[in-house]
């Protein structure tokens, strides 16, 4: 039976009314079988198997490339984990000219120097681990406009929730935050960021 709608898949889709394009379809990375419909209708949604949660596709974004520096500072503090060190990122990402595949392409853009941070406690080491996978794959970073004042061909934040403060809560992009680190796994999760 397909796992999504439930017909047995000699049957027709249950979701499809052009049963012409009623096929079934074997997922590459882990072999479970579904309406073809019904995998497209999934992987919209989630880039994982319904059956199993393997991840189907290796997103790449469309970051300029530039460099990730981690250090730890025990000297800094973010507010509300006043009693462990501090995870330090730097991005820096150099001045260079759009892709093809970014907004604007042939235009220049500018450089950027972004610091963020994150608490020295295991939650944050695993989140790390996770931000790293991401710079890796491109998705830290994206060119366009920047939301704040509409400039445009600027290196900005893509979807990916960073703390570049340590105090100011998040109205200051700062700690106190207590859902910062679920809502950063989310968002990593949601870009098939392996945990």
């Avoid at 330090?88 to 853009?109: E, L, S, T």
Wanted: glycine share 8%; hydrophobic share 35%; net charge positive.
């Amino acid at each position: 039976d397909c796992s999504v709608c439930l017909n047995p898949l000699t049957e027709s889709c249950a979701f499809l009314q052009d049963t012409s394009r009623d096929r079934v379809v074997r997922l590459n990375a882990c072999g479970h079988e579904f309406h073809e419909e019904c995998a497209i209708q999934i992987l919209i949604l989630s880039h994982v198997c319904p059956i199993c949660r393997t991840l189907q596709t290796l997103f790449r974004g469309k970051m300029p490339s530039g460099r990730m520096v981690v250090a730890c500072d025990e000297s800094k503090h973010c507010e509300g984990f006043e009693h462990v060190g501090t995870i330090v990122i730097r991005y820096m990402i150099p001045a260079g000219v759009q892709k093809v595949y970014h907004v604007d392409p042939g235009r220049p853009y500018s450089s950027i120097d972004r610091t963020a941070y994150i608490p020295q406690t295991l939650e944050g080491i695993k989140l790390l681990h996770r931000l790293k996978e991401a710079f890796k794959r491109g998705l830290t970073f994206t060119v366009g406009p920047k939301l704040v004042d509409g400039q445009v061909n600027q290196v900005t934040w893509s979807s990916i929730t960073h703390k570049t403060s340590l105090t100011g809560g998040p109205t200051c992009f700062g700690y106190p935050d207590p859902l910062f680190i679920k809502r950063c796994h989310h968002e990593l999760d949601t870009l098939g960021i392996p945990p």
